[in-house]
């Protein structure tokens, strides 16, 4: 069965870096266009930055400059390099793929950025 499974998250002051990490299984995962979705405490979920099969990256407006997405096929993994973290940042993280019409999440990882 598609099991995404998140890692990476942490406690990071503002200004710092994180990478996340989600390794992806049960599927063909070099066919399949990856998302990172976040959602903040009394928030909805909102779109982070998606990568295609092909390696076109898009990014929200709130994290262009900060976030990069990237993905290893050979791993079957996909990553967000976070940098300058800011307070509103903090959220639990999510990678996401859909396949056959079906969307599969990760069980997320929190991550907090506070002094």
């Known amino acids: 069965q598609v099991q995404l499974v998140e890692s990476g998250g942490g406690l990071v002051q503002p200004g710092g870096s994180l990478r996340l990490s989600c390794a992806a299984s049960g599927i063909d995962f070099s066919t399949n266009t990856m998302r990172w979705y976040r959602q903040g405490p009394g928030k909805g979920r909102e779109s982070v930055a998606s990568?295609?099969?092909?390696?076109?990256?898009t990014y929200a407006d709130f994290v262009k400059g900060r976030f990069t997405i990237s993905r290893d096929n050979v791993k079957t993994s996909v990553y967000l390099q976070m940098n300058s973290l800011k307070t509103e940042d903090t959220a639990v993280y999510y990678c996401?793929?859909?396949?056959?019409?079906?969307?599969?999440w990760g069980q997320g990882t929190q991550v907090t950025v506070s002094s």
């Open positions: 996401q793929v859909t396949v056959s019409g079906r969307s599969y």
């Open positions: 990568i295609t099969a092909g390696g076109r990256q």
